[in-house]
């Protein structure tokens, strides 16, 4: 039984909660930034994060999702600057399952993950951002300790599915 927890990540939240997860699994793991993986075969269960970018997946992350093997498990995880459990990000993971045809999806969890200020008051002039940028600016303290333990949680829940 082997794991692989990866993710893209620009700011370190998405880094902080695959850390989280990857902290959960207790079978075979590694952990690594999705630029340095080498490839995607003789993993049993592969977690995938990403920060949400304009209500989707950032396309560098394309080419890895649309490149995994045939009935792979995976479990998706990001962050947002929107509220959590909200529409927005739920559209993303979407987007997500969409890209990654081929994959099994176990499971999709997502937190809250801060906002650069200056982002945010470049975005929420901007029609098309201003929902969740305007939302964004309660995230400055995510993801915290309570997001780290639900992906934690997650995690376990994603294992269970595969039977451990
Ligand atoms: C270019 C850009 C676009 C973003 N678009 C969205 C968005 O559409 N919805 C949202 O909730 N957050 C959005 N965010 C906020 C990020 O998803 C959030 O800050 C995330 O936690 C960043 O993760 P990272 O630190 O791993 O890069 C955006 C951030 C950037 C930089």
Not at 7 to 28: D, F, M, P, W
Not at 76 to 86: A, M, N, P, V, W
Request: charge should be neutral; charged fraction near 25%.
């Amino acid at each position: 039984m082997k794991a692989l927890v990866t993710y893209y990540s620009q700011t370190g939240n998405t880094e902080k909660l695959a850390r989280a997860i990857y902290e959960a699994i207790h079978v075979e793991k590694e952990l690594l930034p999705v630029q340095d993986v080498k490839g995607t075969v003789g993993y049993d269960i592969i977690f995938v994060g990403f920060p949400v970018h304009a209500h989707s997946v950032p396309a560098k992350l394309f080419p890895f999702f649309k490149g995994l093997p045939d009935g792979q498990n995976i479990a998706l995880f990001c962050t947002h600057g929107s509220l959590r459990g909200g529409h927005l990000p739920k559209q993303a993971l979407e987007h997500a399952v969409g890209l990654a045809t081929r994959a099994k999806i176990l499971g999709t969890f997502g937190v809250r993950g801060k906002v650069d200020a200056k982002i945010i008051e470049a975005l929420v002039k901007q029609a098309e951002h201003r929902a969740w940028a305007e939302e964004a600016q309660e995230a400055s303290n995510h993801p915290d300790d309570d997001d780290l333990v639900d992906g934690k949680e997650f995690a376990r829940s994603v294992l269970a599915k595969i039977g451990r």
